[in-house]
């Protein structure tokens, strides 16, 4: 009975006393139905009235736990913010989170609503439902939450809601400013943020700021992120004739844009992976401390190549965290002609390539994107930001339309930063064991805006499970991780910095 509470006290070496079992188990049995009803209100940034209900739920979730809260707009979605009485003298942490969703699917989903919150036990290889009812007397820690947004991001915020709940029943002094600031388009880039965090920079003043996004390393252990790629994006179109000609006619004579496309791709990595662009990793060296860091991520290159269905990784790193260090060039769409049913001999008018530049903080996104233009330049083609006129098809032998998005910076904070080594020794503490510490991660966080306008250290610490399906059909939830989550906002708010810089 109530084996989650066994399983969170095996965690740590001190036992919980039955007051504090108690309270944590109502904590979570109460996380469970507040995310239930958060997720019931669908969060695609692109629906103005969705994004209001959203708000609407924030505001009175927290004005509850006493908090004073604004909407703030920006030149999209607004953001909301929230931040309790500050005291003067106390050092002040900024929470980042956000409450929009990636599009759904549901007919992809495996519940008819993916709005609608299911809960679920694993029976082998697939999953059962489950009753809520039974939660009360059977607060399994292996059961699921699914549902959008469960473990991206509508399930960190709750459990930071409910972390405010034991701190007040157990009138806990904060030594802590608390300030919360949660984003309405993370999903699609955060495009209002950077102007947004300069409008509002006064009142975003902070002394660090503590991500809430993303899941815990796929070994399960505690997780402090020190850093986030960046991204970038360009499509590349090759043209052929006007139109789609017959191959039979045509072929050997009319320049296929397909073949001119491949060729042009495949100059730009080697056969190992390693992009060939000159100037492209410039910049970017790795000490043997940092390298020791790296290698103590307890990742397991067998199962990560299992999991994908690889024999053999690319070699831009010699494994999976030094990899990480470097920025990406990936083909993440390809299109000429017609696939499948629909195929037939033609030679097509154009190819299309959509890449993504993932970045580090050694790497500029503009500079990038300008050595790969150099490179299609030198490979003979003719560069345009729109459609080619019929004069320039006629002018020159290769065209090419590029054009791109902006860039998301990426951010990286010192492994030996005062505020990493508070939220490091505290995760420690509570749970007993080591903390996976990661340099960066390889997805991105749109948080360089804060870095570079507050000029604050930022780190990540997760909360959800690392096979919860986020961005993709079935997200889910694990029991378990909501009660690590409600523990470790408690311990990180509970705790004074003064003491830590002490030990």
């Keep these: 009975m109530k084996k989650i509470i066994i399983c969170l006290l095996a965690l740590a070496s001190v036992a919980m006393s039955a007051q504090e079992t108690a309270q944590l188990e109502s904590q979570i049995r109460h996380s469970i139905d507040e995310i239930r009803d958060f997720v019931s209100i669908p969060n695609n940034a692109t629906d103005h009235a969705e994004m209001n209900r959203n708000l609407t739920w924030l505001t009175k979730k927290f004005t509850e736990r ?115 600031i949660i984003d309405s388009e993370e999903e699609s880039g955060s495009k209002p943020l950077p102007k947004a965090v300069k409008e509002y920079k006064e009142l975003l003043e902070a002394n660090f700021l503590i991500i809430n996004d993303g899941p815990v390393h796929s070994s399960g252990k505690p997780t402090i992120v020190y850093g986030c790629r960046g991204i970038t994006t360009m499509t590349l179109t090759t043209y052929g004739p006007i139109k789609p000609q017959h191959s039979g006619h ?37 000490d043997e401390e940092t390298m020791n860091i790296l290698k103590n991520v307890p990742d397991n290159a067998e199962i990560i190549n299992k999991d994908l269905q690889i024999r053999t990784p690319e070699k831009v790193g010699s494994f999976y965290q030094e990899a990480l260090q470097y920025p990406s060039l990936n083909i993440r769409g390809l299109s000429s002609g017609w696939t499948g049913n629909e195929a037939r001999t033609i030679i097509p008018e154009n190819a299309i390539a959509e890449l993504d530049i993932r970045l580090v903080p050694e ?11 150099k490179h299609i330049q030198n490979q003979g083609y003719f560069i345009t930001s729109k459609e080619p006129t019929k004069e320039e098809r006629l002018a020159y032998n290769k065209i090419i339309k590029i054009t791109e998005s902006g860039v998301t910076d990426a951010f990286r904070t010192d492994l030996n930063n005062t505020y990493g080594n508070f939220i490091l020794n505290n995760l ?15 997805g991105t966080v749109p948080i360089a805006p804060f870095i570079n306008e507050l000029k604050i250290p930022a780190f990540i610490v997760p909360m959800v499970n690392p096979d919860n399906n986020q961005h993709s059909p079935n997200e889910n939830l694990k029991i378990s991780q909501i009660g690590y989550g409600i523990r470790t906002f408690y311990r990180l708010l509970s705790s004074p910095l003064e003491q830590q810089n002490k030990k």
């Design 363 to 373: 790497s500029d996104g503009s500079k990038l994107k300008e050595l790969i233009k």
């Design 428 to 442: 420690k503490e509570e749970f007993q064991e080591d903390v996976v510490q990661i340099r960066i991660m390889g």
């Design 66 to 180: 006493g908090f004073n809260t604004s909407i703030l707009p920006t030149s999209g979605q607004s953001l909301f913010f929230a931040t309790l009485p500050i005291i003067e003298g106390k050092p002040t942490i900024l929470f980042y989170m956000h409450f929009d969703g990636q599009p759904v699917d549901a007919s992809k989903w495996d519940q008819k609503n993916p709005y609608q919150v299911v809960l679920k036990s694993q029976d082998g290889d697939t999953y059962k439902n489950e009753l809520f009812e039974d939660l009360n007397t059977n607060l399994n820690e292996e059961w699921r939450l699914f549902g959008r947004s469960t473990s991206d991001d509508k399930g960190p915020i709750v459990m930071l809601l409910n972390a405010f709940d034991l701190l007040k029943k157990n009138e806990t002094a904060l030594p802590f400013n608390v300030k919360i």
């Design 250 to 286: 045509y072929g050997n004579y009319a320049p296929n844009p397909g073949f001119q496309l491949s060729q042009l791709l495949a100059s730009m990595k080697d056969k190992d992976g390693k992009v060939t662009i000159a100037g492209y990793y410039d910049g970017i060296s790795i």
